[in-house]
């Protein structure tokens, strides 16, 4: 007799379907599909629109939780499609598009707001000091690595903004991500781009509109903790503000 | 888009949340035993009155009162928007006037001891 | 090309019985009521303080009724919430590296907890609880 290593089960799947070209409201749609064990949610999307409906519309591309684009309300949810397992879901898998994002069809997000505040903090390196080639390569130290490297981990999958309730109820905020990534910047010993990127994040539509609820933090696939981040700027831009207003002889 | 005053009120709410953590549970635990009927020694007149009166009780009770008000200011600002109150500038107006009122009258009582 | 993107609305109202972390937030944020009225039950006690022995003992024995009882339970259960939830998140805000290492979040909330304990038990004495 052989053994049964991997298991085959019918999986249900609830997902809410958006056709743009037919006026009207989503609506879940039920589908059952044959699926192994250790497959994830990506798969079983991948097999129905294989193999039941072709008509079917979400954003993937890795397969393997580095590009960010498969992110998805999974029993309400907000989760990397490669990274929900269904094993972890044992009945019927309700799957929507990203909370808090306008839907552009189906499982895809209209993710142009976003993309819009990221370009506003500048999330690249600004030179503290311009170097020519010649000059030498840009030196660091493994600590001053450290200082950001977990923040430069953001995959811009938007999954923080999905489970953010302050974006949802205040659509301007530039939001976790954004945010955390400006700051990965700020931390880092080459760049001199600090003063711009405050002008966009120490504003009202900013860091100031965090409220610390933490679900960022605890949604993010790849652990780069917005939550701290944000209370990283809020603490930076209150210092800042002390220093402007009581002490502007003080160089920040 | 200008850079935002928040900081003045979010380092006040950052320091009281701070001290309220540390020290409210134990006040709270204190006034919680005088509202049954044993009046911790430390809550007598006599204790308080005196502890009140030198200059360090007045620096303690001015800063955890003073702190206090302030963060749940803040914190009930932002409790009513999250509840739906979107009236956030009135809201707000309110509540750091009552911080502000409130904050007078300690440094008015606190002299009088 | 024309593009119809579908938005759904996120109630002001509701929106926290989405998901039991809102819910913690909310609960978290609610402290601030009770804390809040204790605040002000704080000064007025400062107040009758003030104006001398008697209406102090007056205050105190005001205190001592069911309402406020109750009220003064829900205060303490709500301010140990808040005291945990600070303590638990103040890494977040206040990260500490040593050389290359970042200290884990348990020495900057462990700090918290241990200088709380502390404050704790110096207020009790000084209240001669002890």
Not at chain 3, 7 to 28: D, G, H, I, L
Not at chain 3, 50 to 79: C, H, T
Request: glycine fraction near 6%.
């Amino acid at each position: 007799m052989m053994d049964v290593r991997v298991a085959e089960r019918q999986t249900d799947l609830e997902i809410l379907r958006y056709n743009p070209e037919i006026a009207g409201e989503p609506k879940l749609e039920r589908y059952t599909v044959p699926t192994k064990t250790e497959w994830c949610v990506l798969d079983a999307l991948n097999y129905l629109k294989d193999n039941v409906d072709p008509t079917l519309t979400y954003r993937w591309s890795c397969h393997m939780q580095v590009c960010g684009s498969c992110g998805m309300m999974i029993n309400g949810e907000p989760k990397l499609a490669c990274k929900a397992m269904l094993r972890d879901y044992p009945g019927v898998i309700r799957i929507e598009p990203l909370a808090h994002f306008p839907v552009e069809r189906d499982l895809v997000a209209v993710a142009d707001d976003f993309l819009a505040k990221l370009k506003r903090v500048k999330p690249y390196l600004i030179p503290l000091e311009k170097r020519l080639p010649e000059d030498g390569e840009y030196r660091q130290t493994p600590a001053q690595l450290k200082r950001y490297r977990q923040f430069a981990m953001c995959i811009n999958c938007m999954l923080c903004y999905a489970a953010c309730p302050e974006y949802g109820l205040h659509p301007k905020f530039i939001g976790p991500a954004a945010i955390s990534l400006a700051h990965r910047y700020n931390r880092d010993s080459r760049d001199g781009g600090r003063d711009e990127r405050q002008e966009e994040i120490a504003t009202a539509e900013g860091v100031w509109e965090c409220t610390f609820v933490g679900a960022c933090s605890e949604v993010c696939p790849k652990h780069v903790d917005p939550a701290a981040a944000l209370q990283q700027v809020k603490v930076a831009s209150t210092v800042d503000w002390y220093l402007e207003h009581f002490m502007s002889w003080v160089q920040k | 888009m200008a850079k935002s005053n928040k900081p003045i009120i979010w380092g006040a709410f950052a320091a009281g949340g701070e001290a309220v953590s540390l020290v409210a549970p134990a006040i709270i635990l204190l006034t919680l035993l005088a509202a049954i009927g044993r009046v911790p020694p430390g809550l007598s007149y006599e204790q308080m009155h005196s502890f009140a009166a030198g200059w360090f009780g007045k620096l303690v009770l001015f800063a955890i009162v003073f702190l206090s008000l302030w963060s749940q200011a803040h914190r009930l600002r932002i409790t009513c928007f999250d509840f739906g109150l979107r009236a956030d500038g009135l809201v707000a107006t309110l509540f750091y006037m009552l911080a502000g009122a409130a904050s007078l009258w300690l440094i008015l009582i606190l002299g009088n001891i | 090309m024309s593009r119809y993107p579908y938005v759904r609305e996120v109630s002001p109202t509701t929106w926290y019985f989405r998901a039991p972390r809102y819910m913690r937030y909310m609960t978290r944020e609610v402290t601030s009521i009770f804390i809040g009225i204790f605040t002000v039950i704080m000064l007025v006690g400062l107040s009758r303080l003030s104006e001398g022995q008697a209406p102090y003992e007056d205050f105190l024995a005001a205190l001592n009724n069911p309402f406020s009882v109750i009220f003064l339970f829900l205060a303490l259960a709500f301010a140990l919430y808040n005291s945990f939830t600070w303590f638990n998140v103040a890494p977040k805000a206040m990260p500490i590296q040593v050389g290359e290492e970042l200290m884990p979040d348990i020495v900057v909330a462990g700090g918290h907890y241990i200088l709380w304990a502390i404050l704790s038990v110096v207020i009790l004495i000084w209240a001669g609880i002890f």
